[in-house]
């Protein structure tokens, strides 16, 4: 089961330490609620908008333990009530999630401030935990290191399935990678849990919204697990050309780091 986190329980709160172990899902939004501050958390209520959070996959154990905390017995005084929503991952809407648990808030909401971002972390000047999921030279951790990122929380090896990929970008290593679709493929890369802010610094190394742009794609651990992570891509899907030796070594180190040989492919070679 899973469930959609908003204030308190998100990456750096105070509560946080209840999903330590629990599987980070991705970072989504959902619609129908309104979010107000409540003093040092916040609580959401039905309304006409859009919250922000952290989806975790969490046990039925996690869950009750949650339920105690958040003050959720079942009763018309409770302090929260448990619902279920649609979580989406991404501004085209094609990936989302049914049936996810929220805690919305119970009480009167009269004369509290609205938070209308809808993002609890922005308001309160965190940063927002994001997956990023990386491919070609960005398995790299030395490019990384190059290029600005300073922290990784988690490395979760993953493939993106019905993929494969291309050389058409051109850049300073001759022509650099993208990725297109392609029936029966896959592209293995990791899942990097690691705050949008670092991501924002491969933003210039990547020439955001000039080369390449984030898409958000869904991923597979090697457990068949799913993780819905931001990806650079290109929409110029024209043209194949033959990458230069360096970058093939460059991205060979990072995938042959945590793959080793197994995700090596007669066409990136």
């Not at 958040?70 to 005084?77: C, K």
């Not at 997956?131 to 979760?156: D, H, P, Q, S």
């Not at 819905?228 to 093939?248: H, N, R, W």
Request: net charge negative; hydrophobic share 35%; aromatic share 18%.
């Amino acid at each position: 089961m899973y469930l959609f986190v908003y204030g308190s329980l998100r990456y750096g709160f105070e509560l946080h330490h209840f999903l330590k172990d629990s599987r980070y899902v991705g970072f989504g939004y959902t619609e129908g609620f309104k979010m107000y501050d409540l003093g040092n958390y916040p609580g959401v209520v039905k309304g006409d908008g859009v919250i922000w959070g952290e989806v975790y996959e969490i046990d039925e154990n996690l869950l009750r333990k949650l339920d105690e905390i958040e003050d959720y017995r079942g009763r018309e005084d409770d302090l929260y009530v448990r619902s279920k929503t649609r979580v989406y991952f991404d501004q085209k809407r094609k990936y989302y999630l049914d049936n996810v648990y929220l805690y919305v808030y119970n009480q009167d909401i009269s004369y509290r401030d609205e938070i209308e971002s809808g993002d609890y972390a922005a308001y309160v000047g965190m940063p927002r935990l994001i997956n990023y999921f990386a491919y070609a030279e960005n398995t790299n951790l030395n490019v990384l290191k190059e290029r600005g990122v300073k922290k990784i929380l988690k490395e979760i090896k993953a493939v993106l399935p019905g993929y494969k990929m291309i050389f058409n970008i051109k850049c300073k290593y001759g022509y650099c990678a993208n990725i297109k679709e392609f029936e029966g493929g896959k592209i293995c890369g990791y899942v990097y849990v690691m705050f949008e802010d670092d991501l924002n610094f491969l933003d210039k190394a990547e020439e955001h919204l000039i080369r390449y742009v984030r898409e958000t794609f869904k991923v597979v651990d090697e457990n068949g697990k799913e993780y819905f992570a931001l990806a650079y891509v290109s929409d110029y899907k024209e043209g194949e050309e033959k990458p230069s030796d360096e970058y093939v070594k460059a991205i060979l180190e990072g995938i042959r780091r945590g793959w080793g040989d197994k995700c090596i492919s007669t066409g990136l070679l």
